[in-house]
């Protein structure tokens, strides 16, 4: 709510209306004294980090941050959602962060807390098959744990390239990790970090489709200081 919509680019009212509907609320242990959130509603989502001082929450939110509506046809393929109302009729999805302390507006620290998004070289991307294919942020952990990862779907899938994880084609571009006070960049993490999805009782472990394949950047058996994480 308290996003500007210079920035958020969605209705004060219409955020309003959202908030009084179901949403999906996750608690997930972190670096706090208390447990961190992660909240999921329509095109909205967003993922607290509590540090060492309660009185100061990070946020991570992912949203319409951006108007796409003059983007050309030949423009790199981007995750968009329509606009209830404005003169912006498709938002940009994009992840900012923000700290809140002691209950004093939003200030937006994305460009301090968040590392700078990869870059794929052009003879990396031919390399790789890769070409038109845009960087993702895989934030599907954070509902188990503090971490983000950068990847880029590749067309090669025939042999394992040194970048390549899981049975998807995909190649690792790195970590993003919370440290208790800002994301700080990582080419590998723990497996308490990143932990495997559930499955269903008798299946293997990290057995699910979100984990399949070998993953070369999970280093199994080491630990992560201040935070555990238990799907």
């Given at each position: 709510?308290?996003?500007?919509?210079?920035?958020?680019?969605?209705?004060?009212?219409?955020?309003?209306?959202?908030?009084?509907?179901?949403?999906?609320?996750?608690?997930?242990?972190?670096?706090?004294?208390?447990?961190?959130?992660?909240?999921?509603?329509?095109?909205?989502?967003?993922?607290?980090?509590?540090?060492?001082?309660?009185?100061?929450?990070?946020?991570?939110?992912?949203?319409?941050?951006?108007?796409?509506?003059?983007?050309?046809?030949?423009?790199?393929?981007?995750?968009?959602?329509?606009?209830?109302?404005?003169?912006?009729?498709?938002?940009?999805v994009q992840q900012r962060v923000y700290r809140v302390s002691a209950g004093a507006a939003p200030v937006d620290i994305?460009?301090?807390?968040?590392p700078a998004e990869p870059l794929l070289s052009d003879a990396d991307r031919k390399r790789y098959g890769a070409d038109?294919?845009?960087?993702?942020?895989?934030?599907?952990?954070?509902?188990?744990?503090?971490?983000?990862?950068?990847?880029?779907?590749?067309?090669?899938?025939?042999?394992?390239?040194?970048?390549?994880?899981?049975?998807?084609?995909?190649?690792?571009?790195?970590?993003?990790?919370?440290?208790?006070?800002?994301?700080?960049?990582?080419?590998?993490?723990?497996?308490?970090?990143?932990?495997?999805?559930?499955?269903?009782?008798?299946?293997?472990?990290?057995?699910?489709?979100?984990?399949?394949?070998?993953?070369?950047?999970?280093?199994?058996?080491?630990?992560?200081?201040?935070?555990?994480?238990?799907?």
């Amino acid at each position: 709510m308290a996003i500007p919509e210079q920035q958020l680019l969605l209705p004060r009212a219409w955020r309003e209306r959202q908030a009084g509907q179901k949403g999906w609320y996750k608690a997930v242990p972190g670096y706090g004294l208390r447990p961190d959130f992660l909240a999921v509603q329509s095109d909205v989502w967003v993922r607290s980090f509590e540090g060492a001082d309660p009185s100061t929450t990070v946020y991570l939110v992912s949203g319409p941050f951006a108007c796409a509506d003059n983007r050309g046809t030949d423009a790199e393929p981007v995750k968009t959602v329509r606009l209830p109302a404005g003169s912006c009729r498709e938002g940009l999805v994009q992840q900012r962060v923000y700290r809140v302390s002691a209950g004093a507006a939003p200030v937006d620290i994305t460009q301090q807390a968040l590392p700078a998004e990869p870059l794929l070289s052009d003879a990396d991307r031919k390399r790789y098959g890769a070409d038109g294919a845009r960087v993702q942020l895989d934030a599907g952990k954070l509902q188990f744990g503090p971490a983000l990862r950068w990847y880029v779907d590749a067309g090669t899938t025939e042999k394992p390239e040194p970048r390549s994880y899981g049975e998807w084609g995909r190649l690792h571009l790195g970590f993003a990790v919370w440290n208790g006070e800002r994301f700080e960049p990582r080419d590998t993490v723990p497996r308490v970090v990143w932990p495997c999805d559930p499955v269903a009782p008798g299946d293997a472990s990290c057995g699910a489709y979100a984990d399949a394949g070998r993953d070369p950047f999970i280093v199994v058996g080491a630990s992560a200081q201040g935070v555990t994480a238990t799907p």
